[in-house]
């Protein structure tokens, strides 16, 4: 009878297989002890080799295995373990005559003995420890000998995947596949294909020299965004390795003929040794070709969307620049046509900002990826498309061209929709796992506080106001941007976010609800300051603050002045009023000039003609006027972004009228009860008196009025406001927005700004004076005004009070502000002379020096 000789038990006794069935089943196993000899017995766990035990047996692998074996049965013996047949005979290699180098080796077997040498040697063999047991430290095991290349001996195979050495025993698990298991007990049945499997693996290694490479426990380490891990020690059962044939890595046969499948977490331990690749073509050939446990497989329905040179009728492929990090795991990239593409990046799964035990990682995470990111340019491979699931939209998955640190997502065993790069994601993941970094650290990080919004009142931002000023310029990010002008803004080093409006402009708005419409240029605007500033490493300058607790100041990225790019791009305009205390108030208007000449966005319809035709009548009406005296009450002071005042004009019809309309507004508002859910709009109507709605919060039930008789202006709340009836619209507002000709109070910051208010209304309010307006812009009059009961002003015709707050050392010549100065010397002359003695006596703002505001 002939069989194959596939191991060697002991010197004297044989492993043999006959021929595979006719469906490929494994063929069935016979022990053959040869007859008339006895070898020395192998140890085991309960006792040693006995000497030359294992250079017989070694003598007969080399010899036998893997080659024919002739033989005859001339006693059998009792069926082994598992059943398996026991003969006591004879047997030949090939079955052949004795050859030339037969003869050759009986003479060297011959010298040998004569000379004492090996087996005939009287000293006995070399001393050598077989170690049968696992190694009782596994894991210093590993650290010893991980990566390197052993010798060994196949002494067993368990499964298709799993091995046993010898000398020190080890059990191997082949990295990257795993196959069905084998029964290991009598009366249990193996899984489908395990015993196929096992034999496909077993007539290839048993007792072959091969090379091996251990790698890890198999610990399965769950990343943190897992349930199903265990993070218990592996037990030193068993060792993860690679095992090589000579004629490669035994692993990618075994899933090459569908007898495995391909282990997915083995990823990132094969990755360092580049196998990883060559195993998962070899998985997904057998799947193509229906082949083992693939020949029932259903085709793998798509998770998601097939996609080849475009994905969603966009560019597959793309380069472009990131302008916001939305998590860990989540990013937008502007494309070089100007679109926005929102992207998940390709097997990575960031913590979760709404999980308490994620959220600080969360943070660090999308902190991390703002750092390396933001405003760079980068190359994307869409590598699929995930469809909407449950709470989660349709996202394109793609592999952005710059590092990132993530958790690795482990996809499903069929499914084919990763990054290209899945291998070095597990391989960096493991790294950063066995070193214990950041979400691996095993550390409970309280959750991150929630900064302080230093903008949500004004008597908050009050309070930081005068600490933010003497600091200068302020390290901050760009957390978002509401309008073009307007930012969220967060300080790291403190925690706290503030909103910044950037001064000396005026950036078109954006709708803030369905009813409402965009200004023109509004969204433009509010896109391309998101694009370039947003989640940027900014500086901030803060200037003061508004009624609504924002920071008006300037925002500096890499020293470019935000404002002034936004006006260069025509998306801005220069708020006049606010820009001329600015020092970059020049580059502001030369800027804004440039922008009109360009006709960019704002200025597309730009008429430079008629502008200087409209600039040509206004300078024109910077020429004085002839005297126009009136008599005025100054009845509200305002000193909330800037300083300005209302005046009445006296003797005229509507005063005389205004004091029974009073009164029949009194009668009107107790007998008319307010609507339910009436919200006031911005329209003329009534509280005792006539107003106009500046602002209204439904939500709050209250709007900011301005009372159009008097000119103050004041907070109520919906049921003190009523609509104005007919009659009452026959009389206009009696309230005149009045400022000071030729001067100006001195600034709000300077410590005598308080002195020059107060005296103000010390000289002029409530009381009658006579005013000569010397200039009209717009609805608002300048001013000078006079106090009849003054006995200078009868004796001197440029006598004013605007000229007595000069002199105080109040207030100073504005030089920017009224463009008409020019046209009146005389009185330009007596200002001059009034700053001179102010000078001269050290008051106001001269107390310890001569230098003007101004200068």
Not at 240 to 250: D, E, F, T, Y
Request: hydrophobic share 35%.
């Amino acid at each position: 009878m002939s069989m194959k000789a596939v191991g060697v038990i002991s010197g004297d006794s044989l492993v043999l297989r006959g021929r595979p069935g006719p469906q490929g089943q494994p063929p069935k196993e016979r022990i053959l002890h040869l007859a008339d000899i006895s070898s020395p017995r192998l140890g085991n766990v309960s006792r040693e080799d006995e000497p030359w035990a294992y250079e017989a047996r070694d003598f007969l692998r080399a010899l036998v295995v893997g080659k024919e074996i002739t033989f005859t049965s001339s006693h059998q013996l009792p069926p082994g373990e598992g059943d398996i047949p026991r003969d006591l005979g004879n047997g030949e290699v090939n079955g052949r005559e004795p050859t030339e180098d037969d003869l050759r080796r009986k003479g060297l077997e011959s010298e040998a003995k004569s000379t004492g040498r090996g087996l005939w040697n009287p000293h006995g063999p070399k001393a050598r420890q077989v170690i049968h047991n696992m190694p009782l430290d596994s894991q210093g095991f590993i650290n010893e000998w991980k990566g390197k290349q052993m010798d060994a001996i196949v002494e067993s195979v368990r499964d298709g995947t799993t091995l046993r050495g010898e000398h020190q025993f080890v059990n191997i698990t082949l990295a990257g596949a795993r196959s069905p298991r084998t029964a290991v007990k009598q009366g249990e049945s193996s899984e489908p294909l395990g015993d196929e499997a096992k034999y496909f693996t077993e007539s290839r290694l048993l007792q072959r020299a091969v090379k091996v490479q251990l790698l890890s426990l198999p610990t399965v380490t769950a990343t943190p965004f897992q349930t199903n891990g265990s993070n218990t020690p592996a037990p030193a059962s068993i060792f993860i390795g690679i095992v090589l044939h000579p004629v490669g890595n035994i692993a990618e046969f075994v899933l090459g003929a569908g007898l495995a499948h391909f282990v997915e977490w083995h990823s990132g331990m094969l990755a360092p040794y580049g196998g990883s690749e060559k195993l998962r073509s070899a998985d997904r050939a057998a799947k193509e070709k229906r082949l083992g446990l693939h020949a029932n497989a259903s085709t793998p329905s798509a998770i998601s969307k097939s996609i080849s040179g475009t994905a969603n009728g966009t560019a597959r492929a793309f380069e472009g620049t990131v302008i916001r990090v939305w998590s860990g795991d989540q990013v937008s990239i502007a494309t070089k046509d100007g679109k926005e593409r929102r992207l998940q990046l390709s097997s990575t799964r960031g913590p979760k900002l709404s999980d308490p035990k994620q959220a600080f990682y969360a943070q660090e995470a999308r902190e991390f990826l703002r750092k390396k990111l933001i405003g760079k340019h980068v190359r994307v491979h869409v590598d699929f498309i995930r469809p909407r699931e449950g709470e989660y939209e349709e996202r394109e998955s793609a592999t952005v061209r710059v590092g990132n640190q993530n958790g690795v997502v482990r996809h499903k065993r069929d499914d084919e929709d990763r990054s290209p790069d899945y291998d070095k994601l597990m391989a960096a993941e493991q790294t950063a796992a066995a070193e214990g970094r950041g979400i691996h650290s095993g550390k409970e990080q309280p959750a991150p506080r929630p900064p302080l919004n230093l903008s949500e009142a004004s008597n908050r931002a009050a309070q930081f106001l005068n600490g933010f000023k003497r600091l200068g310029r302020i390290p901050a990010v760009v957390d978002y941007v509401a309008t073009g002008s307007r930012f969220k803004i967060f300080l790291p080093k403190d925690n706290q976010v503030l909103t910044l409006v950037l001064g000396g402009i005026r950036a078109p708005r954006t709708a803030r609800s369905a009813s409402e419409k965009n200004e023109p240029y509004g969204t433009e605007a509010a896109e391309f300051a998101t694009r370039r500033y947003m989640q940027r490493d900014v500086e901030i300058e803060i200037e003061t603050t508004d009624k609504s607790g924002g920071f008006i100041g300037a925002l500096y990225l890499k020293n470019e002045n935000a404002a002034v790019t936004l006006v260069s791009e025509g998306l801005a305009t220069v708020h006049s009023f606010s820009a001329d205390t600015l020092p970059w108030a020049k580059q502001l208007y030369d800027t804004e000039d440039e922008a009109k000449k360009a006709r960019r966005n704002i200025w597309s319809d730009y008429d430079e003609a008629a502008a200087k035709q409209v600039e040509a009548e206004s300078e024109e009406d910077h020429g004085a006027r002839k005297p126009e005296y009136r008599d005025v009450i100054v009845s509200d002071v305002r000193t909330k972004n800037g300083f300005s005042f209302s005046v009445q004009i006296l003797n005229t019809e509507g005063i005389t009228s205004l004091a029974q309309l009073m009164r029949d507004f009194s009668t009107y508002h107790k007998a008319t009860a307010p609507s339910p859910g009436f919200v006031p709009r911005a329209a003329i109507l009534s509280r005792r008196s006539s107003l106009m709605i500046r602002r209204a919060s439904p939500v709050k039930r209250e709007a900011e009025v301005t009372f159009i008789d008097y000119g103050n202006q004041d907070t109520i709340g919906f049921t003190d406001i009523r609509p104005l009836d007919p009659k009452f619209r026959t009389l206009p507002g009696q309230a005149h927005d009045a400022r000071l000709s030729f001067v100006k109070l001195v600034d709000e910051n300077s410590e005598y700004r308080e002195d020059a208010v107060d005296r103000f209304r010390q000289l002029c309010e409530g009381r009658t004076l006579v005013a000569n307006i010397d200039h009209k812009e717009g609805s608002t009059l300048h001013l000078r005004l006079i106090d009849p009961a003054n006995p200078a002003s009868v004796e001197d015709s440029l006598a004013s009070i605007n000229v007595d707050l000069v002199r105080e050392g109040l207030a100073s010549v504005d030089r920017k502000g009224c463009k008409y100065l020019a046209s009146y010397p005389q009185v330009l002359k007596k200002l001059q002379e009034a700053i001179a003695g102010a000078k001269r006596d050290r008051f106001g703002m001269f107390e310890f020096g001569d230098v003007e505001e101004d200068e």
